[in-house]
């Protein structure tokens, strides 16, 4: 299902899948995917999971303190290749990591079925040492709307949605997750109109 006939089943769009439309006149959000965290009327928060930082995993531990140079040569090969991903233009210099519910921590907020979100400096301590969640994505910064913005957004043929696929959301192949998820819900992105319907 997609756009305001999920909102009437549920009313909120958390755990899904924002996709920006071909249209979309925020350059910050050209091509992105983002997950939805929460979604209340009060507005929503999300993390997009398609844009890269230039930033490698070990170099924001040094930069944190958690480990020195030396260490940081002997991080666990899945801590090595953890990418971080700009999260959106919201508090970029503050870290958020969406996992699985192996890892719980008293910050560790559940977002729906086995995906979790910390935002402490724990998180990052734990996968340094190769005890962090089975699944993690790292992501700088967060993706916000305030009150009715993101429901506008949606109207107005910003984005379409769809249910987060878990698989996706936490395989390393960011450079191809806005195509693969268009294609599993079977939109092919040649065929989209950046013009909204009314009817």
Known sequence: MMGSDMQAKSGFLDHQFLIAMPGMQDERF???????????????MGIIINQLQELDFSDLLIQLGILDEKQA????????????????????????????DDYMVESTMPVAGEICLTATVDI???????????????ALGYSGWGAGQLEQEIAENGWLTCPANI????????????????????VNPTHLSTQAGHA
């Open 30 to 44: 050209a091509r992105s995917v983002i997950y939805l965290c929460a979604h209340s009327e009060e507005g929503a």
């Open 167 to 186: 698989d996706l959301l936490f395989d390393g192949d960011i450079d191809n997750k806005y195509d693969r998820i268009l294609a599993l819900i079977g």
């Open 73 to 100: 040569i002997r991080l666990p090969t899945k801590a090595r290749d953890l990418q971080i991903c700009n999260g959106g233009p919201v508090d970029r210099s503050r870290g958020f990591v969406l996992h699985s």
């Open 124 to 138: 990052l301590r734990a996968i340094s040492a190769g005890r962090g969640p089975r699944h993690a994505l790292m």
